[in-house]
Nanobody, 119 residues
Framework: EVQLVESGGGLVQAGGSLRLSCAAS????????IGWFRQAPGKEREGVSC????????DYADSVKGRFTISTNKAKNMVYLQMNNLNPDDTAVYYC????????????WGQGTQVTVSS
């Protein structure tokens, strides 16, 4: 069973940084894609970033390019999202999600971690 546990959220001032962590288990850590998503109150969930084990490629939403960085530590089965130069529009619950490389969509989700950016 895939399990994902996010941590690292909190309250930060605009311009500050946070690093989110996703502790992953229950799947082969060499055949996956891990994505970070977020959902703000009253808004739809949106994809923030994704990393693939096949080639290490990454994707970012335009709104976070140049500010957020996704990375992994395979030895620790961890996925991180380094978030710099945060602004109030980044306020949301952030989720990590998993899919195998052959799957069409993300099927396993963590419980989420709240990020609040004050102006």
């Amino acid at each position: 069973e895939v399990q994902l546990v996010e941590s690292g959220g909190g309250l930060v001032q605009a311009g500050g940084s946070l690093r989110l962590s996703c502790a992953a288990s229950g799947f082969t850590f060499d055949d996956y894609a891990i994505g970070w998503f977020r959902q703000a109150p009253g808004k739809e969930r949106e994809g923030v970033s994704c990393i693939r084990s096949s080639d290490g490629s990454t994707d970012y939403a335009d709104s976070v390019k140049g500010r957020f960085t996704i990375s992994t530590n395979k030895a620790k089965n961890m996925v991180y999202l380094q978030m710099n130069n945060l602004n109030p529009d980044d306020t949301a619950v952030y989720y990590c999600a998993h899919k195998s490389s052959s799957a069409g969509s993300f099927g396993s989700w963590g419980q989420g971690t709240q990020v609040t950016v004050s102006s």
